[in-house]
């Protein structure tokens, strides 16, 4: 089976502070994303990328940076958090098939997010 | 710019009932993908079912289905016999051809009442 981990379930920061959110998957899969979650909003993609070093802007990626040094980990940067940041994030995973065929994205469990 | 609508927010039924969620949809790809993900309380975002827009059948899966209807970009789940286990947050998403992330609807929170 694919897993996913994220390194925290909850986490509390406050205003102004630098947020490291690390994810890790162990499937050796090229493309991972990260997506933030937020009531009545569904997720929301922020970056994504589709091998190490390499990295794409999704809809809302305002605010953070991310970083892919290894094909397996995929970390989310809120280089000084704010209040608005405070939400549900979620990072995943997926193979990219050569043969055209639709993968499946594998989620991880979740980081809630509360910046005071 | 791709665009996922969920219209039901919640919706509330009986055990071994049978419920189907809505899902429209607007892409301007020719080649795309739609899934509904399961989210059930404080646990993993999981896949229900998915869909390649090029096959005309509808997918499948157990006591989920889907009623793809292409021209008029609607993609809705029916889970027949419904369960208890059933009660989560409902997603449809849809991404294009490439390996490019997912757009969410707003999500339907389903709730299986005994």
């Known amino acids: 089976d694919v897993k996913v981990t994220q390194s925290s379930r909850y986490l509390v920061k406050r205003t102004g502070e630098k947020v490291f959110l690390e994810c890790v998957q162990d499937?050796?899969?090229?493309?991972m994303f990260w997506y933030r979650q937020d009531p009545g909003l569904g997720l929301r993609l922020i970056y994504f990328?589709?091998?190490?070093?390499?990295?794409e802007k999704g809809d809302i990626p305002e605010g953070y940076s991310v970083s892919r040094e290894k094909k397996e980990r995929f970390s989310l940067i809120l280089e000084s958090a704010s209040t608005n940041q405070t939400s549900m994030y979620l990072c995943?995973?997926?193979?990219?098939?050569?043969?055209?065929?639709?993968?499946?994205?594998?989620f991880g469990p979740g980081t809630r997010l509360t910046v005071l | 710019a791709q665009t996922v609508t969920q219209s039901q927010p919640e919706m509330s039924v009986q055990e071994a009932e049978t419920v189907t969620l809505s899902c429209t949809y607007d892409?301007?790809?020719?080649?795309?993908?739609l899934f509904w993900y399961k989210q059930p309380p404080s646990r993993q975002m999981i896949l229900v079912i998915r869909?390649?827009?090029?096959?005309?059948q509808n997918a499948t899966e157990n006591r989920f289905s889907v009623n793809f209807q292409k021209a008029a970009k609607s993609f809705s789940l029916k889970i027949s016999d419904s369960q208890l286990g059933d009660t989560a947050m409902y997603f449809c998403?849809?991404?294009?051809?490439?390996?490019?992330?997912?757009?969410f609807g707003k999500g339907t929170h389903l709730i299986i009442q005994p």
């Open positions: 869909q390649e827009a090029y096959k005309q």
């Open positions: 990328s589709y091998d190490v070093k390499m990295k």
């Open positions: 998403a849809l991404r294009g051809g490439g390996a490019d992330g997912l757009t």
């Open positions: 892409t301007s790809e020719s080649n795309y993908y």
């Open positions: 499937m050796d899969h090229e493309n």
């Open positions: 995943a995973s997926m193979i990219l098939l050569r043969s055209g065929r639709v993968d499946t994205q594998y």
